[in-house]
């Protein structure tokens, strides 16, 4: 007998259209109540939910709602002395939360609102000597700090400060023989970490090196019944991963490969019609971080009442053209 398949059944009454007006108010109502349970236990990871929050108004063309002047403020004072920029003020700094701080000041065109020099210091000396990057000064290795770094880098338009050439030769270390990447090499391929991957060779002009068939097939693999994506074998599907799989299908250029009708249908079941918002699954609890990954899914399937996003930096076309970035895409 084989395994069985975990999988998630949507209701006939599940949400079936996108209820964009809903999920704006969500997010612009979230990050106004600062005493909510909710609000104070994800201080650590405070940038970031600023960044889906921003992102996924600039999405949906209501990034005026937000206060910005505010907004940057708060960036400021989480950037330290060595550069680095921390999820909130009187954390330590880390190089997740120093990309999620430069894609909020691209958002708003004010990069320069912090020391752009001492960011591309703090960049630079978290790199390794095998090439990889250090999360922090604690240490961490991971391709997604890899990622984080060229990211940072080339938003600013200065991927020049580090080894690009020993970046490129660790992130392919870590590739396997299903063609997927794992966070260090020998991990198991991971949708999340092949987002970062792909993304890094794109940032850095090495998607050649990818075997766009095999990863392909993994990816495309993810679909379950439900149209839903999971982000590894015999896992549930999530919202979250239609981005990670998606993204990282329209980068090697074969979002085709997927039934986009069955995956928007998972996608908009996962909505609160009362709340707005976006949960993992149909029926859980909304959050900004779904939210952000549910509508920039839907953005990459072709939902033209959404701006068009970036797969490589989830984050609004127009703002990539403004920075005069334009990262590499396989068709």
């Not at 921003?54 to 330290?80: S, W, Y």
């Not at 701080?101 to 708003?108: E, H, K, N, S, W």
């Not at 990622?147 to 030769?169: P, Q, R, Y």
Request: glycine residues 10%; proline residues 4%; aromatic residues 10%.
């Amino acid at each position: 007998m084989g395994t069985q398949l975990k999988d998630v059944i949507i209701k006939p009454d599940a949400p079936n259209s996108l209820l964009l007006d809903k999920h704006a108010d969500y997010i612009a109502a979230y990050g106004s109540k600062k005493d909510d349970y909710e609000y104070t236990l994800s201080e650590y990871l405070r940038m970031s939910g600023i960044y889906w929050g921003l992102t996924v108004m600039d999405l949906m063309g209501q990034l005026p709602r937000m206060n910005q002047q505010e907004i940057i403020d708060f960036i400021k004072a989480c950037q330290h002395e060595c550069g680095g920029i921390s999820a909130s003020i009187g954390h330590d700094p880390h190089l997740l939360y120093t990309l999620s701080a430069v894609q909020i000041l691209c958002l708003y065109d004010m990069v320069d609102a912090i020391d752009v020099d001492k960011v591309v210091k703090y960049v630079k000396g978290l790199q390794q000597d095998d090439g990889s990057f250090a999360g922090d000064k604690w240490g961490e290795i991971d391709t997604r700090f890899s990622f984080c770094a060229v990211a940072t880098l080339a938003l600013l338009g200065k991927m020049d400060a580090i080894d690009v050439d020993k970046a490129v030769e660790f992130v392919l270390s870590c590739m396997n023989f299903d063609g997927g990447f794992g966070c260090r090499p020998g991990s198991e391929s991971h949708a999340g970490q092949i987002y970062c991957c792909t993304g890094f060779l794109s940032l850095t002009g090495q998607l050649h090196h990818v075997n766009a068939d095999l990863l392909g097939w993994w990816l495309c693999e993810r679909q379950l019944p439900s149209g839903g994506l999971n982000g590894r074998p015999e896992k549930l599907p999530d919202v979250c991963y239609s981005w990670w799989v998606l993204a990282s299908l329209k980068i090697i250029g074969k979002i085709h490969w997927i039934d986009k009708t069955k995956l928007c249908n998972f996608i908009l079941a996962c909505q609160d019609e009362e709340t707005g918002g976006f949960a993992d699954r149909p029926g859980d609890m909304v959050d900004p971080f779904h939210t952000l990954f549910g509508v920039a899914g839907l953005s990459l399937l072709g939902d033209d009442r959404i701006k068009p996003v970036n797969p490589v930096l989830c984050m609004p076309e127009e703002v990539l053209q403004r920075v005069g970035l334009q990262p590499e895409i396989l068709s």
